[in-house]
């Protein structure tokens, strides 16, 4: 049974710095995308950035610049530095992987930037 399972969430202050963690848990092999979306309160759930198993990245052009996205195939984990945070950002941070077809999420990381 696939689990998705976010960590690093917290309260930070505007300019700072997270780093988000992503594992996936279960019999895996051959994950494919990998990536992150966030929810922020009151607002649909946006893209934040993607990753394929070559390393390929993609961003939300909001997030160029000071979000990145990374990969650890090994140990079947996804990570998201995020940089120069805005109170903007403010959000639930979710995490996806696609395997075998499926699109599996994790439940989510709170993430709030006080100014």
């Known amino acids: 049974q696939m689990q998705v399972v976010e960590s690093g969430g917290g309260l930070v202050q505007a300019g700072g710095s997270l780093r988000l963690s992503c594992v996936a848990s279960?019999?895996?092999?051959?994950?494919?995308?990998m990536g992150w979306y966030r929810q922020a309160p009151g607002n649909e759930r946006e893209s934040v950035a993607t990753?394929?198993?070559?390393?390929?990245?993609n961003y939300a052009d909001s997030m160029k610049g000071r979000f990145t996205i990374s990969r650890d195939n090994a140990n079947d984990t996804v990570y998201l530095q995020l940089n120069t945070l805005k109170p903007e950002d403010t959000a639930v941070y979710y995490c996806y992987l696609d395997w075998r077809g499926i699109t599996y999420w994790g439940k989510g990381t709170l993430v709030t930037v006080s100014k």
């Open positions: 279960g019999t895996i092999f051959r994950i494919k995308n």
């Open positions: 990753i394929t198993p070559d390393g390929s990245t």
